[in-house]
């Protein structure tokens, strides 16, 4: 079945970077575009960015464009999300989702089960 | 402020149905991207509910049915069970903002 698992997750102060990795498994890694999505305390779901199937197009959302970076390894069937300058306001727990296939448009069928970043002084 | 507008909860009591529903706008919703729908029970990851309008994936019960209209869509939910407790999110793809949108979540609670 299809896994998503993330790591990469923990403290960080503002300013400073995180990597996020997440491990895919049991589907054509390369046949999907990838998203992360985002969730602060208590908050609903924040789409972050997504890579399309081939690696060709990266989008992301206003709050973290110039910021953080997605990419991918499709000989490892891992996807990243590098997070530079980091302020506290990307407090959060990070989701890696599936989207649907040779497409970047949603749903997402799959979502990992969550990396928590928490930034502060 | 969402690209896409949700209330802020709803409430039911077993066995009732509650509507929740989703509004967009003509750079989303309006232009005919599909909207989907997940639930997220507290503590754990979304999932997919609703996908392409109305569709449900395998092992979603028939209880949970979608619609859309225009700039507005809806998720339906009949027979309400205590387990239907959850966040309730909707999705679709912006084109003024160029990305992916969610609503701002529903709450249902169950009485």
């Known amino acids: 079945q299809v896994r998503l698992v993330e790591s990469g997750g923990g403290v960080a102060r503002p300013g400073r970077s995180l990597k996020l990795s997440c491990g895919a498994s049991g589907f054509i890694f390369s046949n999907y575009a990838l998203h992360w999505?985002?969730?602060?305390?208590?908050?609903?779901?924040e789409w972050v960015a997504l890579i399309s199937y081939d690696g060709r197009e990266a989008l992301y959302a206003d709050?973290?464009?110039?910021?953080f970076t997605i990419s991918r390894d499709d000989s490892k069937s891992t996807l990243f999300l590098q997070m530079n300058n980091l302020i506290?306001?990307?407090?959060?727990v990070y989701y890696c989702a599936r989207g649907a296939y040779g497409t970047v448009l949603p749903p997402f069928d799959s979502w990992g089960q969550g990396t928590l970043v928490s930034v502060s002084s | 402020q969402?690209?896409?507008?949700?209330?802020?909860?709803?409430s039911g009591a077993p066995g009732q149905g509650v509507?929740?529903?989703?509004t967009g706008s003509s750079s989303n919703l309006g232009i005919g991207h599909d909207v989907h729908w997940y639930q997220q029970i507290p503590g754990t990851a979304p999932k997919l509910l609703i996908h392409g309008n109305t569709n449900r994936p395998a092992g979603v019960p028939d209880r949970f049915s979608g619609s859309k209209s225009g700039t507005s869509a809806s998720l339906t939910i009949t027979g309400l069970r205590t387990e239907d407790e959850a966040d309730y999110y909707c999705q679709s793809y912006d084109i003024s903002l160029r990305g992916?949108?969610?609503g701002g979540g529903t709450l249902l609670t169950v009485l």
Request: glycine share 12%; charged share 15%; aromatic share 2%.
């Open chain 2, 19 to 22: 509507t929740i529903s989703c």
């Open chain 2, 100 to 102: 992916v949108v969610f």
């Open chain 2, 2 to 10: 969402s690209a896409l507008t949700q209330p802020p909860s709803v």
């Open chain 1, 37 to 45: 999505v985002r969730q602060a305390p208590g908050k609903g779901l």
């Open chain 1, 88 to 92: 506290p306001g990307d407090t959060a």
């Open chain 1, 63 to 67: 709050s973290v464009r110039g910021r």
